[in-house]
């Protein structure tokens, strides 16, 4: 299996709403990403699990709440977004180390509108 | 911090054409990768490269590690119409787990 999967693939909230993001992925990699992506711009980084343990968190405002309950499983929790939030958000995944391990494989993403 | 310049922006070519586009750096990278992106969807990972001078090919594309690793081309031969997309390059420095720096995408356009 080498696909890494996200639900849903379309959620709109309001400002006040609590809703959570899920991504799931079964090749055994011990990294895995969240990134946010505007329309016409790159993937931006917010942030990264390595064995299950955030290590990198890239500044990114307290109404985005990232999980990781399993090495398999990565939630982003979110609450009280603002319509400027609205955007693509990607799930990766990769192994842990430098090389061929960098490789990070995205999931279909999450549509995110906030109104 | 670390940016990536990807030329061109955008490309309008005629199907069968050769498409190239590449990506420059200030700093030196251990890793370079290329993904395509289609609308709605993630990145799809097309050719990573790990050594400097390290040319791979998949299928139609090719793709180069240059050799003062700060530099990264890619080519796609005899261009189809499903090649329509934004191609990213991403570079990682050594010693950062996750730290995937993104070229701002080149977007392609193929006239039947």
């Known amino acids: 299996d080498t696909e890494v999967t996200q639900t849903p693939k379309h959620l709109v909230m309001g400002m006040t709403n609590k809703k959570s993001l899920k991504c799931e992925q079964h090749?055994?990699?011990?990294?895995m990403y969240w990134y946010k992506q505007k329309a016409k711009k790159p993937p931006e980084l917010m942030f990264v699990y390595s064995y299950e343990k955030l290590s990198i968190n890239e500044s990114v405002p307290s109404r985005f709440s990232p999980e990781c309950p399993n090495s398999s499983l990565l939630n982003l929790h979110l609450h009280a977004l603002q319509p400027e939030d609205s955007a693509l958000y990607l799930c990766?995944?990769?192994?842990?180390?430098?090389?061929?391990?960098?490789?990070?494989?995205f999931g279909p993403g999450t549509r995110l509108t906030v109104l | 911090g670390q940016q990536l310049n990807q030329s061109p922006q955008s490309m309008f070519i005629q199907e069968g054409e050769d498409v190239s586009m590449n990506c420059t750096s200030s700093?030196?990278?251990?890793?370079w990768l290329w993904y395509k992106q289609d609308p709605g969807e993630g990145p799809v990972l097309l050719i990573a490269?790990?050594?400097?001078?390290e040319l791979t090919s998949n299928g139609r594309l090719t793709a180069q590690f240059g050799i003062t690793r700060k530099d990264s081309f890619l080519n796609i031969s005899a261009s189809i119409p499903s090649d329509v997309g934004i191609y990213f390059c991403a570079g990682q420095p050594g010693g950062s787990q996750g730290n995937l720096i993104f070229g701002k995408g080149t977007k392609l356009s193929v006239k039947p």
């Open positions: 090749m055994g990699h011990r990294a």
């Open positions: 700093s030196i990278f251990n890793t």
């Open positions: 990766a995944s990769s192994q842990v180390g430098e090389g061929p391990r960098n490789e990070q494989f």
């Open positions: 490269l790990y050594k400097a001078g």
